[in-house]
Every structure is written in C-alpha cells, then in structure tokens.
C-alpha cells in the first residue's frame, strides 16, 4: 500500500505494523480461551467425581481395588504419553522459556494435544499438580501452530509463541495484566513492545472467552473485612522472612527430585508416574478435600477457624505429595501448588500467632492473600507478578500494600540465601549446556540497558561483542538508531543483535552474564 504525500512516498507493508500483530494475538486468544477452559472445565468434573469416589471408598476394600486398578491404568497412560512426547512432562513453563531463549524446540501438535489429555488425566485424578503450567504450554503451541500457519519465523514466531502463553495462563486464573507480566518477566524477560502488545491482547481475549464458561467471580474470591493497621506491619516483615526460608527449602526439594526419582532404578523413568498414583490414595482416602490443585481449599481455609495442628499436617502433606507428583514428570505445574503451600502457610502463621494472642482471627483470609503472594513472589522471583496476581486473582485492591511489603521481604531473603528463580532452574536441568551452532536462519536478541548495566556510557567499539553476532540497531524511545562506531549506549536503550538462530541461546546467555 503506498501513500502520497507532496514529494515524499510513504511505504508500509501491513505485515510490518502492529495492526497484524494485534489481529493474529486476537484470533490465537480466542483459541485459547476456547482449548483451556475446556481443560478447567475436565478438569475440576473429573476432580469432583475422584473426591466422590474416595469418599464412597472408604472403609470398603472391594472399591479400594477399583481405585488403585483405575490409577494405575492411569499411570500407564500418561506415562506412557510423557515417553513418546517426553516434551510435555512437567509444567511447560521452562520449555517456553528455553524455546523463546532458542535453547529448546518442541513440535507442537503432539504436545498440545497430549498435553491436553495427559493434564486433565493427571491433574483431575486429584493429583497436588497445578493446571497453571500446562495451560501456559497449551496457549504456547498454540501460539507456535499459528506461526506455522502464517509461515512466520524469527522474532516473529516468539512474539506469538509468547502471546499464547499469557493467554493460556490468563484463561486458567482470569489474571490478563498479571498474565502479560509474568510472560514479560518470568520467561521473555524483555519488555518489547510487540511482545506486550501480543500478550496483553492475547490475554484479554482468552480471559473475555474464560469468563463465558466461568462467570465474572473471581477465582479466589474471599471475604476480607478490612485492611491491616499500620501497628501490625511487623507481621508482614515476620511473615515475609519465614516465607523466603520455605521457599528456599521449596527450590531446593524442586531442584532435587529428579535426583531422588533416579534411584528407583528398578522403574523406568516413563513409569515413575506410578509413584504419585498410588501413593495418593491414602490422602483420598483420609482427606479428599486435599486433592488437586488447590484453589477450592485456598478459599475454604479463608472462611475457617483453623487448628494449628490440623494446618501444620495439612501444609505437610501438601508440600510432600506435591513434591512426589511433580517429580515424577507427569503433566502438571506447580503455580498453584505454590499458591496453595502459602495459603496453608499463612494459616498456619495466623493461628500461631492467634495462640500468642498477637493477631486477630479476623485477620486470617488477610494473610492468606499475603502469604500467597510471598511465597509465589519468594520461589518465582517475581514480586511483580506476584502482586498482580494475587490482585487480580482475589478481585481486590485493598492489599495491594501490604502484599507488596510481603513479597519484596520474601523475595530479599530469598535473594540472599542463593535462589534462583525456579523457572530458570529447571531450564537449566531441562537444557544444561548451551550448544552453539552457527548455522541456520538470522535471529535477533533483544537487549535491554537497565540502570547499573556496565554498557551503560560505553561506546559502540569498545564493547566486546560475542561472535558471530552483529549490532543492527538501538531502540531510544519511540526513535530506531543507525549504529556507528562512536554511538553511546544509555540507560532505557534496547539494543537489536542479530546472529544464527542456532547462535541465540548463546548470544542471549553472553548478554545475561554480562549485564
């Protein structure tokens, strides 16, 4: 299309403005609204019908035995699933991270469509898996079969592929800003504009279509009284630091199951996820409503006058068994999981201090959205998220205070005993050694200069820049800079590195150890 203007011709293709972008974020949202509430929807009817079967088995051996042949079937299906498409083991989430990284390629039809499955069958059989994970890989590949379709490539297809995963995490929790944000934080770790502009569109759509299956209340909805006082900010302080050390504890155990699930050396790595499905019985059996994922028991505990006893056993249990499904690399996440073991945990802390007669119990459904926000902002190391998250998830503006008190104290603590954000680590198991390969279709890697960044002042010739890469351009603003040689780089720039796509995942790991 072409535009005349006294002298000057004005050329644009439409393939090159946002427009597209937003007109294919729109059509990817819609589909993934429609593919991940189906996925809720599966699951939380097979979870009801799971917990009513527990509860009709107990005390009776005859379907006791239907329970554990069931589950055990079950273990062989999705394991065996996970064996042919080792791809949609786990949550999904590191797989993004490390594609939009280019350090890691999946195909996409097999992993949606055995994801979709493998997810409901694991997470709805009342295993303490989250539907957060897979439902970010669902709207991934999702994301990634568009790009196929359009034939898009590059910088192109990660912007869909990351518009799908904010719209599938956006349709699992009704959270489209702190969707957008945790893709921008947590696995793009850039703020480009063509990437907000596809999350945030994405996001929307899938979260207006989620809303027609599950109507405008929020997902954890509770009854808050009023806000906390100024004179009980100390607890935050308190809860925050407590809230790091578990999380910490939670990294570690995460980082270690692999390890641990190696030494059953008499089960091959496929049917390990027989180890979940049969040892969840007995927690059926005893406390069916601690099954699943968690959301329903977060809002339950918020109405209740707990028991410090009863709470202490039940954050054990679900730290444990959370531990045993997500290690045996059956699809499922730990998003909500983490959101759970920081309700229990916040409980927990409201009755301690309930007996010492330090807090109100009033207080309870306060710390509850507190210690969710904490402990999630302390494991991901991501305090923005975290807040919004909580916000949005909870249909509040009321905390926003205090819950960032929470989680900027967890996350400090967090920060100064080693952790690494979990995402990232689990990548870093995923793909442990970056392989270059200089070959392959251009790329590019986008470069954020942020304050304290030691390109910051330098110019262009005396940086040292990693090989086989190329400085093509320097975003300033809404202004695209030509570089030369005696060009100064500034805090806010964003600086365009082309290189092999083979070559990206080293070109970006130089840059993140650098900066």
């Known amino acids: 299309m072409t535009f005349f203007g006294g002298d000057e011709n004005l050329h644009f293709k439409i393939e090159d403005t946002r427009l597209l972008t937003l007109l294919n974020s729109i059509v990817i ?68 991270e490390g594609q939009l990284a280019g350090e890691y390629e999946e195909k996409w039809w097999p992993v949606l469509w055995k994801k979709f499955v493998g997810g409901i069958l694991a997470i709805g059989s009342g295993l303490m898996l989250g539907r957060e994970g897979p439902s970010i890989q669902l709207g991934a590949v999702v994301g990634q079969g568009w790009s196929k379709f359009r034939h898009y490539s590059g910088s192109q297809r990660r912007v869909m592929i990351a518009g799908g995963a904010a719209a599938g995490l956006s349709a699992a929790f009704n959270a489209p800003i702190a969707s957008t944000l945790f893709v921008l934080e947590e696995i793009y770790h850039n703020f480009s504009p063509l990437v907000w502009i596809s999350a945030l569109t994405s996001a929307i759509v899938s979260n207006f279509v989620s809303l027609n299956f599950f109507g405008l209340t929020p997902v954890l909805a509770m009854n808050h009284p009023r806000s906390l006082p100024l004179g009980m900010y100390w607890h935050l302080i308190l809860l925050g630091i407590l809230l790091g050390i578990f999380g910490r504890l939670y990294q570690i155990c995460t980082l270690r199951l692999k390890a641990w699930y190696g030494k059953l050396t008499f089960l091959p790595r496929w049917l390990h996820s027989i180890v979940p499905f049969v040892l969840i019985i ?73 007996g010492l007669h330090l807090i109100n119990p009033s207080y309870l459904p306060n710390f509850v959205i507190y210690a969710m926000a904490g402990y999630f902002a302390a494991i991901g190391k991501a305090p923005f998220t975290a807040i919004l998250l909580i916000t949005e998830m909870v249909g509040s503006l009321q905390h ?38 200089p ?13 304290g960044s030691p390109l910051d002042g330098m110019a262009v010739r005396n940086i040292k820049w990693p090989k086989q890469s190329l400085l093509i351009s320097i975003h300033r603003g809404s202004s695209q800079l030509i570089p030369a040689g005696d ?16 070559q990206r995942g080293r070109v970006k790991e130089y840059f993140n150890n650098l900066m």
């Open 400 to 437: 926003l205070m205090p819950l960032a008190v929470v989680a900027l104290t967890a996350y400090i603590v967090l920060d100064l005993m080693g952790g690494e954000p979990i995402y990232e680590s689990l990548l870093h198991q995923l793909v442990p050694t970056i392989t270059a390969t």
């Open 282 to 354: 007995p927690v059926g059996l005893l406390w069916p409503s601690y099954l699943g994922g968690g959301n329903e028991l977060i809002t339950y505990i918020a109405r209740i006058h707990p028991v410090l006893l009863t709470m202490i056993i039940l954050l054990i249990v679900r730290f444990v068994f959370s531990m045993i499904s997500y290690g045996s690399g059956l699809p499922g996440g730990i998003f909500l999981p983490i959101l759970t073991l920081g309700a229990v945990f916040g409980t927990v802390y409201v009755s301690a201090m309930t």
């Open 29 to 96: 949202g819609t589909l993934i609204g429609l593919i991940v509430s189906t996925f809720r929807l599966s699951i939380e009817h097979m979870l009801k019908f799971f917990q009513q079967l527990y509860q009709q088995a107990a005390n009776n051996w005859i379907w006791i035995l239907i329970i554990l042949a069931i589950n055990v079937a079950l273990a062989f299906i999705v394991g065996f699933f996970v064996k042919k498409t080792p791809e949609i083991s786990g949550s999904g989430i590191p797989q993004i």
């Open 487 to 502: 060009s100064v780089i500034k805090v806010g720039d964003t600086l365009i590195v082309t290189t092999h796509h083979g």
């Open 439 to 451: 070959s392959g279709p251009q790329d590019r890697v986008e470069v954020p200069i942020t304050e």
